[in-house]
């Protein structure tokens, strides 16, 4: 079965320090994978997707991951954080092998950006 | 182009009642998925619904129930709630396809007291 795992619950940067949000999937065949951001009380918004294209991929608002298929792991990095980058962070499997849609979310990360 | 909307925004009810939440897609998306995001168990896959058919479902009891409209606005029941669904509801909008990207709502806060 295709899951994903964010390692850390929490993870506590200073401003202008680097973000490092850690992911790792299990899947049978090469996944599609995503990292979405949830602001408080608000909906989710897509970061960045891999779908086989290239293996680094750029997102939104500085953000970028990496797919390395021999660790099973897409990161989530930006080199230096912002305060509005406080939110909870989301990696994203999506269940391929079907006609139709389903995401499998893992259990988040939420980024604390302090002063 | 306007984004995928949800009405109400946040409902108050009690137990043993039941709640209808609405789901207007993007302009042109055919398919409406719905999640339910709790603090305890996350983001889990409730139903998607394509041109008013449920396509797939996930592992939710039968008081939860969808449709979609022609005009693929889509609806979710619950009908007997229990404190346990007290959960944030979101819907995702997209055009159908399997790699197609899901463009979320900002979600109903639902509160069952």
């Known amino acids: 079965a295709q899951s994903v795992t964010q390692l850390d619950s929490h993870v506590s940067v200073s401003e202008g320090t680097p973000v490092l949000l850690r992911c790792n999937y299990s899947?049978?065949?090469?996944?599609?994978l995503f990292w979405y951001v949830q602001h408080p009380n608000k909906g989710l918004q897509l970061l960045l997707k891999?779908?086989?294209?290239?293996?680094l991929v750029k997102g939104i608002n500085g953000f970028e991951a990496e797919f390395k298929k021999s660790e099973t792991s897409f990161h989530l990095t930006k080199p230096s954080a912002h305060m509005s980058d406080a939110a909870e962070y989301f990696c994203?499997?999506?269940?391929?092998?079907?006609?139709?849609?389903?995401?499998?979310f893992g259990t988040g990360t939420r980024l604390l950006v302090s002063p | 182009k306007a984004g995928v909307t949800q009405t109400p925004r946040y409902l108050i009810k009690t137990r043993g009642q039941q709640v209808t939440l609405s789901c207007s897609p993007i302009?042109?998306?055919?398919?409406v998925s719905w999640y339910q995001q709790t603090p305890g168990q996350g983001l889990q896959f409730l139903f998607e619904?394509?041109?008013?058919?449920?396509?797939n479902k996930g592992n939710f009891p039968g008081r939860f129930s969808g449709r979609q409209f022609s005009n693929s606005r889509s609806e979710m029941n619950v009908s007997t709630l229990e404190l346990g669904d007290s959960a944030l509801y979101l819907c995702?909008?997209?055009?159908?396809?399997?790699?197609?990207?899901?463009?979320f709502g900002p979600g109903t806060r639902l509160t069952v007291l």
């Open positions: 995702a909008s997209s055009l159908g396809g399997p790699e197609d990207e899901q463009f």
């Open positions: 899947s049978s065949y090469s996944p599609s």
């Open positions: 891999y779908t086989s294209a290239a293996t």
């Open positions: 994203v499997v999506r269940l391929m092998n079907t006609g139709f849609q389903k995401l499998v």
């Open positions: 302009s042109g998306h055919r398919s």
């Open positions: 619904y394509f041109s008013e058919t449920q396509r």
